[in-house]
């Protein structure tokens, strides 16, 4: 067992720096490779270097969240979405569009109107200062239903040309507009990240309910507040900065647990690893495969997400 | 100041606003091995979630060790009480060593590995609990009594010195029933361990318990040895059901015989 999940992490990090310096080479613009380093490229090396940077932080962020919910959830069919962030970033970044608010001020907008969404969705799921996790789901399937409502009526009442915008918008994109905003991301990203590594263990205890967790000497709601912040923070921020992006929180730790078991430890190594191979992946063939078109990343992680997760479902099927 | 390892007085507790367990006082002492029975709905598993500081909020006193439970930090009180709660349902994929070694997080630092000594006792603690073979498996591919067998090896892996369970038997045929209990026994007897059980077979309790709590009503109803609290006029009048009260050739305790319609 030990020995198997160090190879399957040995190959992932092969297939990190592999696919690391791909996506550093291959791009819009065919430059040779020999030629990329050289003084007049280093303004596209620079915004491939960003790009897939964008990519790594989004997804071990958006698969991290997913392996928390799940624990917390005990589901691991939970998805970093499920507080309700995409819609409420969503209704946001709509609104500052019809503002006519500078593109800059978008994904603050976004990330204000998520943050918001997840306090609502909060304040409707506690009771006595406890937060009972299926409730906090369901709210936040309510309130997702609800703003969606919302953003749909505002879009059949305006013009064509925001449809577009928010399309684009909520469908993900890696491209990075503007460099502060990305860091203040990575910053959060990063920063959260560690902290879930931290309750690799929480998390191990978690997945056999709350009671289990009590009588191995948890703080549960403590715990569980601090953790659910943190993604909370992490999806907020990343959805805010490019857009809404499906399955890798989902399938990915999925894939990992396969491989690598259930425990958090290892798990979260692996998850991190592989999220970030998938998502320059996707990004790759986001924006290379119809050039000079860009695809929405979020479209590529759904048509490679599905079709993979349904083998995995069916397969799990008939292990039981 | 008692010598009692556990003590409850007057205490109230339920869900909300509902009260469930109603003025109840005992003591645990140290080596008991105290049964808990009662009707479905009696408050049972309630009266083990306040004890297991599952439900947090309770009116009257509780003290472990002459310290009041409220004041005991939840790690500490992990390292010297373990529960094997009613059955689980999902697992992800944790192997059945896994989850034993889970039995040992309350005495792990946050970023201390299992050492050799933790590996040794969830090994120990599954050899125990008969589950050794399968300690590679799959939690999600085992019987429902392979599973309960691994939990208790996980309650165990935490060494407590005094352990709570609920109903451990419900999912196991009579074979593993006994094998479970003479392993509680055999800890009880050996390692002094205090043992509170929860369980619905009334002739378990009677067989291995030596002191007895019967609830009703949220209430305790009657407490004592096996030979005080199970005669026919208890049971009925808690159970609502008649039963014949004979003794256990074997060994000498109240066994007692359902009587079905046909025979009334």
Same mark, same amino acid.
């Not at chain 1, 992490?234 to 078991?261: D, E």
């Not at chain 2, 507790?13 to 049964?35: C, H, M, P, R």
């Given at each position: ?15 990190? =720096?592999?696919?690391? !310096?791909?996506?550093?080479?291959? /791009? ?17 090396? !620079? ?15 958006? #698969? ?37 608010? %500078?593109?800059? $001020?978008?994904? @603050? ?29 369901? *709210? ?22 925001? &449809? ?17 905003? =990305? ?53 907020? #921020?990343?959805?805010? @900065?490019?857009?809404?992006?499906? !399955? ?35 990004? &790759? ?36 | ?31 008991? !091995? ?8 009696? +408050? ?45 349902? *999902? ?53 429902? /009594? ?23 038997? %419900?999912?196991?045929?009579? /074979? ?27 002739? $378990? ?12 009503? +949220? ?46």
């Amino acid at each position: 067992m030990r020995r198997k999940s160090r190879a399957s992490i040995l190959i992932l990090t092969v297939a990190f =720096f592999a696919m690391f !310096f791909l996506c550093i080479l291959k /791009g819009t613009a065919p430059i040779p490779p020999g030629e990329l380093f050289q003084p007049q490229f280093h303004t596209i090396l !620079f915004l491939r270097l960003l790009r897939v940077l964008m990519a790594i932080i989004a997804g071990i962020g958006l #698969s991290v969240s997913g392996i928390v919910l799940q624990a917390l959830l005990r589901n691991p069919l939970a998805e970093p979405y499920l507080l309700g962030t995409s819609s409420g970033a969503g209704l946001g970044v709509l609104l500052a569009i019809l503002l006519g608010v %500078s593109s800059f $001020l978008l994904p @603050l907008a976004g990330f204000l109107t998520a943050l918001i969404t997840l306090f609502l969705v909060y304040r409707v799921a506690v009771h006595n200062g406890r937060i009972p996790i299926h409730t906090l789901v369901l *709210s936040g399937a309510i309130l997702s239903v609800a703003l969606s409502a919302i953003i749909v009526f505002i879009i059949s009442i305006t013009a064509n040309e925001t &449809l577009h915008d928010v399309m684009w918008w909520l469908w993900g994109s890696m491209q990075v507009y503007e460099l502060p905003l =990305f860091i203040i991301v990575a910053v959060i990203v990063t920063g959260g990240v560690a902290l879930v590594f931290f309750f690799s263990r929480e998390l191990d205890i978690f997945c056999l309910g709350e009671e289990e967790a009590v009588h191995a000497g948890i703080s549960v709601e403590n715990v569980k507040k601090i953790l659910l912040g943190i993604v909370s923070l992490i999806t907020a #921020s990343l959805v805010s @900065l490019c857009g809404v992006i499906g !399955f890798v929180g989902l399938i990915i730790p999925h894939m990992m647990r396969l491989c690598l078991g259930a425990r958090h430890r290892q798990l979260l190594i692996g998850t991190v690893i592989a999220s970030s191979v998938f998502m320059m992946a996707c990004d &790759l063939i986001a924006r290379t495969a119809f050039a000079p078109v860009e695809i929405p990343i979020g479209v590529i992680t759904a048509l490679l997400g599905a079709p993979l997760f349904i083998i995995l479902l069916k397969r799990k099927q008939r292990i039981q | 100041m008692s010598t009692a390892l556990l003590n409850v007085n007057d205490m109230n507790a339920g869900y909300g606003k509902e009260t469930i367990i109603k003025n109840i006082s005992f003591a645990v002492q140290q080596g008991d !091995f105290l049964g808990i029975i009662g009707p479905n709905g009696s +408050g049972k598993t309630t009266l083990l979630k306040v004890l297991t500081r599952v439900i947090p909020h309770y009116q009257g006193e509780i003290t472990f060790e002459n310290t009041l439970l409220r004041q005991i930090p939840l790690r500490a009180f992990a390292r010297k009480v373990a529960c094997v709660a009613q059955e689980s349902t *999902s697992y992800f994929s944790f192997s059945a060593e896994e989850i034993a070694l889970l039995g040992r997080s309350p005495h792990l630092g946050r970023w201390q590995q299992e050492g050799k000594t933790d590996f040794a006792i969830a090994e120990e603690s599954l050899r125990a609990t008969d589950t050794l073979l399968f300690k590679d498996k799959d939690m999600n591919t085992l019987s429902a /009594g392979e599973r309960q067998r691994v939990i208790i090896a996980k309650a165990l892996a935490q060494e407590p010195k005094l352990l709570f369970l609920d109903e451990p038997t %419900s999912h196991l045929d009579i /074979g593993h029933q006994i094998q479970i209990l003479n392993l509680l026994q055999k800890l009880n007897r050996e390692k002094n361990l205090t043992i509170v059980i929860v369980l619905h077979d009334l002739n $378990l309790a009677s067989e291995y318990c030596n002191r007895i709590i019967l609830m009703d009503q +949220g209430r305790i109803f009657k407490e004592g040895n096996a030979d005080e609290v199970l005669t026919y006029k208890n049971i009925e009048e808690v159970y609502k059901t008649l039963v014949l009260v004979h003794k256990n050739p074997l060994s000498n305790r109240p066994y007692i015989i359902l009587v079905s319609g046909k025979d009334r």
